[in-house]
């Protein structure tokens, strides 16, 4: 049974007192769950006051992005190393708005997680065609690129701290989510892809989630899916009872 994780990507937004005041009323709302886990992902200034106020609670923290380097001169950059000094049990890496925005590319991104796997976090590692990509029936082979990319020289042993997200572009702050069988199509592709570049055990073990326009009204018919193991979610993280209703997906 691979337990479901339910992980709000704050993106740029909240100021501290905006973070806590949100962390606060999850880890109040949320107290009872033990059968899911719960990630929160707020920016990188609200990471110390987010982890003191999540701390006792199911809630586990997320930092958004990760330089591929530890400590030394590099200016204005944040570790894997520093993200678990202050808290986080997770750190997301290649979420499409730095691949687009920062053209982020896989080598880069491989070099990410090769250093998170230096520290103790957990790694969501989020994947997804673009439009054009998919209506010029390229979706599989920029998955399977993204995928063997990312991937790159990574063990099956290291694979246990790994979820895959897999966030069709076209759908993230669209309000367009992709069908229930577009996304079970696109995660049954991924899970079999991983058997094959690992093993059984790693594909039938990793938690794969889906990200795009995730909202209390589609999260139930998504999370029926034999493949999709939970959920990235962005603007319905935002607000409280949207994302308390989320994680409470029947
Ligand atoms: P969205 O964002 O839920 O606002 O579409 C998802 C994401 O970018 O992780």
């Given at each position: 049974?691979?337990?479901?994780?339910?992980?709000?990507n704050w993106k740029l937004n909240k100021t501290i007192s905006e973070s806590t005041e949100l962390a606060t009323q999850l880890a109040h709302s949320l107290s009872d769950i033990n059968d899911r886990e719960i990630v929160i992902a707020?920016?990188?200034?609200?990471?110390?006051?987010?982890?003191?106020?999540?701390?006792?609670?199911?809630?586990?923290?997320?930092?958004?992005?990760?330089?591929?380097?530890?400590?030394?001169?590099?200016?204005?950059?944040?570790?894997?190393?520093?993200?678990q000094d202050v808290g986080c049990q997770y750190v997301i890496i290649g979420h499409s708005e730095r691949r687009q925005l920062?053209?982020?590319?896989?080598?880069?991104?491989?070099?990410?997680?090769?250093?998170?796997?230096?520290?103790?976090?957990?790694?969501?590692?989020c994947i997804g065609e673009t439009l054009d990509q998919r209506d010029s029936g390229q979706m599989l082979s920029?998955?399977?690129?993204?995928?063997?990319?990312?991937?790159?020289?990574?063990?099956?042993?290291?694979?246990?701290?790994?979820?895959?997200?897999?966030?069709?572009?076209?759908?993230?702050?669209?309000?367009?989510?992709?069908?229930?069988?577009q996304a079970?199509?696109?995660?049954?592709?991924?899970?079999?892809?991983?058997?094959?570049?690992?093993?059984?055990?790693?594909?039938?073990?990793?938690?794969?989630?889906?990200?795009?326009?995730v909202k209390p009204d589609n999260v139930d018919a998504l999370m029926k899916q034999e493949d999709i193991d939970g959920a990235l979610v962005g603007g319905a993280s935002l607000k409280a009872e949207d994302f308390v209703r989320i994680v409470r997906f029947n």
């Open positions: 049974m691979r337990k479901p994780i339910i992980a709000g707020p920016i990188f200034t609200c990471l110390a006051a987010t982890a003191a106020a999540i701390d006792n609670s199911p809630i586990q923290l997320a930092a958004q992005n990760c330089y591929p380097e530890t400590s030394g001169a590099f200016t204005g950059e944040i570790s894997p190393y520093f993200l920062l053209l982020e590319t896989d080598a880069l991104i491989n070099k990410k997680l090769h250093t998170a796997f230096t520290t103790e976090l957990k790694i969501i590692l920029v998955l399977e690129q993204q995928i063997k990319g990312g991937l790159a020289n990574v063990t099956a042993a290291q694979m246990n701290s790994v979820v895959i997200a897999y966030e069709p572009v076209w759908a993230i702050g669209t309000g367009k989510t992709a069908t229930t069988e079970q199509e696109a995660h049954q592709f991924i899970r079999n892809l991983l058997q094959q570049l690992f093993n059984l055990e790693v594909a039938s073990q990793i938690r794969i989630l889906y990200g795009g326009s």
